[in-house]
């Protein structure tokens, strides 16, 4: 079934959650770094899988609910502009560890098409908080309710917005002024242009002035509109300020295509691989699965049957 994720789509939902899957992912490895399977790191697919367990039991019976998951593709537009754009050691290091998280996205969308009103969302070349700004500033109707599963200080801009409100976790709200406070010492207002001017270290985005004069120019910007002060030192520095632009503010997508492809023997095999006993169990208990395919699974893999039972009863 192929979707265009557009007005149309969303006027048969009142509420759209939105989940950043690569802050999901990225936080559950980190939580579980020492859960394998067979050798393989399980930790980051044990978080996704009990997320969309947890959400799928808040609003199963809610029928004007829809989930997006919203993964990020190389980041192409923004290297286009900056080819050094997020080659930080730091980012490397979590290549290193976790490499899954980049590239396995086709069996994370095998378990997430299991659930009705589940969509898997990636657009090539585009991050995630692109295509979820596209969806919450592109929708035309004021009562629409957006709930955004992240901690990307880059979409917090969006809490202005009436019926935006922001999750750490399935049910943890964030009070995003206070984390703004918080980690920038600033005020909402204020954030994207001080990242603007300032740049941002974890994407490796380079500053054009130091934090001091940012301050300055975003505080006289804010009191009358005008920062004529500064403007032949904002003229010399017209590029960079335009790079810095295009790298920190979430990039406008044209089109949302996807395809919703419910393939029950597929995501069996990923759990399978994973050894996630609880997560087949959960999955069965709220008839996600076939008799069929269940029948047709253990068919071939009953000593794995026999192994997830132990595992569970011991």
Same mark, same amino acid.
């Given at each position: 079934?192929?979707?265009?994720?557009?007005?149309?789509?969303?006027?048969?939902?009142?509420?759209?959650?939105?989940?950043?899957?690569?802050?999901?992912?990225?936080?559950?490895?980190?939580?579980?770094?020492?859960?394998?399977?067979?050798?393989?790191?399980?930790?980051?697919?044990?978080?996704?899988?009990?997320?969309?367990?947890?959400?799928?039991?808040?609003?199963?019976?809610?029928?004007?609910?829809? #989930?997006?998951?919203?993964?990020?593709? %190389?980041? &192409?537009? $923004?290297? @286009?502009?900056?080819?050094?754009?997020?080659? /930080?050691? =730091?980012?490397?290091?979590?290549?290193?560890?976790?490499?899954?998280?980049?590239?396995?996205?086709?069996?994370?969308?095998?378990?997430?098409?299991?659930?009705?009103?589940?969509?898997?969302?990636?657009?090539?070349?585009?991050?995630?908080?692109?295509?979820?700004?596209?969806?919450?500033?592109?929708?035309?109707?004021?009562?629409?309710?957006?709930?955004?599963? #992240?901690?990307?200080?880059?979409?917090? %801009?969006? &809490?202005? $917005?009436? @019926?935006?409100?922001?999750?750490?976790?399935? /049910?943890? =709200?964030?009070?995003?002024?206070?984390?703004?406070?918080?980690?920038?010492?600033?005020?909402?207002?204020?954030?994207?242009?001080?990242?603007?001017?300032?740049?941002?270290?974890?994407?490796?985005?380079?500053?054009?002035?130091?934090?001091?004069?940012?301050?300055?120019?975003?505080?006289?910007?804010?009191?009358?509109?005008?920062?004529?002060?500064?403007?032949?030192?904002?003229?010399?520095?017209?590029?960079?300020?335009?790079?810095?632009?295009?790298?920190?503010?979430?990039?406008?997508?044209?089109?949302?295509?996807?395809?919703?492809?419910?393939?029950?023997?597929?995501?069996?095999?990923?759990?399978?691989?994973?050894?996630?006993?609880?997560?087949?169990?959960?999955?069965?208990?709220?008839?996600?699965?076939?008799?069929?395919?269940?029948?047709?699974?253990?068919?071939?893999?009953?000593?794995?049957?026999?192994?997830?039972?132990?595992?569970?009863?011991?």
């Amino acid at each position: 079934m192929t979707l265009n994720l557009n007005n149309e789509f969303f006027k048969k939902y009142k509420v759209v959650n939105l989940v950043d899957m690569h802050y999901i992912l990225y936080r559950s490895f980190f939580a579980m770094p020492n859960l394998e399977y067979n050798g393989k790191k399980t930790g980051q697919y044990k978080g996704l899988y009990e997320l969309c367990l947890t959400l799928f039991d808040m609003f199963h019976d809610d029928k004007d609910t829809c #989930t997006l998951f919203v993964a990020d593709d %190389y980041p &192409a537009m $923004r290297k @286009r502009i900056f080819p050094e754009y997020k080659e /930080t050691d =730091a980012r490397k290091r979590v290549k290193d560890k976790a490499p899954v998280m980049y590239v396995d996205h086709d069996n994370f969308k095998n378990i997430i098409h299991l659930f009705p009103r589940f969509y898997f969302v990636k657009k090539t070349g585009y991050e995630a908080d692109d295509i979820i700004q596209h969806i919450v500033l592109s929708c035309v109707e004021k009562d629409k309710t957006f709930r955004i599963y #992240t901690k990307d200080y880059d979409l917090f %801009y969006l &809490a202005k $917005r009436h @019926r935006v409100m922001f999750y750490s976790g399935a /049910t943890t =709200a964030i009070n995003v002024k206070e984390a703004v406070k918080k980690k920038y010492n600033t005020q909402l207002a204020k954030l994207p242009m001080i990242k603007i001017l300032n740049g941002d270290k974890s994407d490796n985005v380079p500053p054009v002035f130091d934090l001091r004069k940012t301050r300055k120019i975003v505080e006289q910007w804010l009191k009358n509109q005008k920062i004529s002060c500064y403007n032949e030192e904002l003229k010399a520095r017209r590029e960079e300020l335009k790079r810095n632009y295009l790298l920190i503010q979430p990039l406008k997508v044209k089109e949302l295509i996807i395809e919703k492809v419910k393939n029950e023997i597929e995501a069996l095999k990923v759990i399978h691989s994973c050894g996630l006993a609880k997560l087949l169990i959960g999955l069965n208990k709220r008839n996600l699965f076939s008799e069929e395919t269940m029948a047709q699974h253990f068919k071939y893999n009953a000593l794995w049957l026999m192994k997830f039972q132990e595992e569970i009863d011991g």
